[in-house]
């Protein structure tokens, strides 16, 4: 699994799992660093869009794929330090990103739920 992941896909799992969240969204028009990443690992099925707003897209990770990012949680993790030796910094990046745009409360998987 891992050995066909990008590094920015990495970067996004290591968010969603540090962040405890299964949602990422992502502003049309926005060439970034995790864009393509995004569309990429929807492609691959990781995730799957929301309806769209006019900002741009909210993904979702499925429950299944969820269960298997989980497992392989420490290689994931692992990887992307090595891969990003400023991870903390990309990490406040997307914090950032994702609460300019609304979804910085999206963190609690369990919450995301119950909503």
Known sequence: MLDTLSSQELLIFTYCLLKNRITFFVKYGEQNLFWDAVNTLEIKGYFKPLPINSLGCPYFITEEKW????????????????????????????????????????????EDHQQ
Do not use: C, M, W
Request: without cysteine; negative net charge; proline residues 2%.
């Open 67 to 110: 269960t298997l990012i989980e497992e392989f949680r420490e290689d994931i993790l692992a990887r992307t330090k090595v891969a990003f030796p400023d991870l903390e910094n990309k990490l406040e990046f997307f914090d950032s990103y994702q609460g300019s745009l609304g979804y910085g409360d999206y963190r609690n998987r369990q």
